[in-house]
């Protein structure tokens, strides 16, 4: 067995903790990086609003004023305690660290004292067991109707099995029922509002909702018999086969097919807070249009103002002062500045996320600029994430991060910024374009066309490049499945 030595050379790339930090806030929606903030300034005292009194020294030296005697034995490492430098903290006249904020010209005044609102709404299974009290059951019949009402999903649709609810209460809840039992308190639940509430799927759904209309006096039988017999014909628009089976006329079919589109086939999607996320949108950035010149401005909430705590700062001045350091005041000096270094590093993220949220929008706006004027979508041009890297010298992991989590609001609406990234398409003259234009000229084909003779993806090709656009069916058809709009047949209405 022999021993040898060896040097080798490696290159590695490792994040600093400061950009590790960084990329976690890129991240962080303007709607809750006031929540993040609070987090942060409740871990670091160290760290403060400018605005608040900054009388903490007292509540400060109390946290390092009662250590056991055990905690500074003399075998823990010396030199840290040796060789403390806080020249950097202490120099008089110099306010950078307590006067450390972050403030930016980026953000109009007006957005400075905003609130942000949100509905008080009642959620979907608020509302639910709010109509349980009407059903007069015993304290075991409410806790199995209460396990059913929680097992329905958020388009209002109960898709768990019966048996399977029956051993969910077994197990946790020590309730011994069977599925007929279960299957009486769903039949009773789906008398609830909404209408077509606890179905077990579409169908059932449907036939709920016209069941209750039924009972309200409206003539449905014909739309019940639809259902029931022809669900699939009517799923796949064969309107032909319904007809012959149901013998109806052509308007008595066009009247059926009516009743059934207005049906709500997810009762619970638009009650209270389930989609709060996609409803309340908090833009990161407002594009203004004053005289054909774009004016970007920073929501005011991705600029707070943040600073070093002056009491802080005081203790390590007192430090430097004494003539006496013993143990006890070495160590509560390093505490002190590594909770300095550590609201120092935040206040630098915070900043670096604000000029990276500034830099990347700016170069979005300046290539996308014909669309912030127009809001016309077949203006915009061909723009990917290596683009907008180039132009701020940013890394493309970074802008893909702000693209994806940032909205803008502009006067034509308010969009996520990755919906202004899309490849090319050539024309055929040679000039390339973006997919997304091609995407929205593709949306008006469809949208204007003749409903009873919808166009197929073979005729849509031939539109297309037609305009001049070269593009092959299997594109046109894969754009369209993007754009989540079905197939021809499909589209046919009557």
Request: hydrophobic share 35%; charged share 35%.
């Amino acid at each position: 067995m022999s021993i040898s030595q060896s040097l080798q050379q490696k290159l590695l790339q490792k994040l600093s903790p400061q950009q590790i930090q960084l990329m976690k806030l890129l991240q962080v929606p303007t709607a809750i990086l006031d929540e993040r903030i609070k987090e942060e300034l409740e871990e670091n005292p160290a760290l403060e609003l400018s605005d608040e009194a900054h009388d903490d020294f007292e509540d400060a030296q109390d946290e390092f004023k009662e250590s056991p005697e055990e905690e500074y034995e003399e075998s823990s490492n010396e030199e840290q305690y040796e060789n403390i430098d806080i020249s950097d903290y202490v120099q008089e006249g110099d306010d950078d660290i307590a006067d450390y904020k972050m403030r930016d010209d980026n953000y109009g005044e007006q957005e400075e004292k905003t609130t942000m609102p949100y509905k008080v709404e009642t959620s979907f299974y608020e509302v639910l067991e709010a109509q349980l009290g009407m059903l007069n059951l015993d304290e075991r019949e409410f806790r199995i109707t209460e396990q059913i009402i929680g097992s329905i999903d958020e388009d209002g649709y109960l898709r768990r099995e019966t048996s399977a609810i029956v051993d969910d209460l077994a197990f946790r809840q020590n309730i011994v029922t069977s599925d007929a039992e279960v299957e009486g308190l769903i039949k009773r639940i789906q008398q609830f509002d909404p209408p077509g509430v606890c179905a077990r799927n579409l169908q059932e759904c449907l036939l709920l909702q016209l069941i209750r209309q039924k009972a309200e006096g409206k003539e449905v039988d014909v739309a019940i018999m639809a259902v029931t017999r022809y669900f699939d014909e009517f799923t796949k628009k064969h309107y032909e086969k319904i007809q012959r089976g149901l013998n109806l006329s052509d308007e008595e079919l066009k009247e059926v097919m009516i009743q059934i589109t207005r049906l709500n086939p997810k009762p619970g999607g638009n009650m209270g807070e389930m989609n709060k996320a996609e409803n309340y949108v908090v833009p990161d950035f407002f594009i203004t249009n004053a005289g054909n010149k774009l004016e970007l401005t920073l929501n005011s909430k991705n600029a707070p103002e943040l600073r070093i705590s002056e009491g802080y700062r005081d203790m390590l001045k007192e430090y430097d002062r004494g003539a006496k350091k013993d143990r006890r005041q070495k160590e509560a000096v390093l505490f002190i500045k590594q909770k300095i270094d550590a609201a120092k590093w935040f206040i630098d993220a915070i900043k670096q996320r604000q000029h990276t949220l500034i830099s990347t929008m700016t170069a979005i706006m300046n290539h996308q600029h014909e669309f912030f004027l127009t809001g016309d979508e077949t203006t915009l041009k061909p723009m990917i994430l290596k683009d907008i890297a180039e132009r701020t010298g940013l890394d493309i992991s970074t802008v893909s991060r702000v693209a994806n989590s940032k909205f803008v609001q502009t006067e034509f609406g308010t969009y996520r910024l990755k919906f202004f990234f899309s490849e090319s398409l050539t024309t055929d003259t040679g000039e390339e374009v973006s997919t997304r234009e091609v995407k929205k000229i593709l949306s008006d084909l469809i949208e204007n066309e003749h409903k009873k003779k919808p166009l197929s993806d073979e005729r849509l090709t031939e539109m297309l490049q037609e305009k001049g656009y070269n593009i092959a069916r299997r594109t046109v058809a894969k754009y369209r499945e993007q754009l989540n709009i079905p197939v021809a047949r499909l589209r046919k209405e009557l």
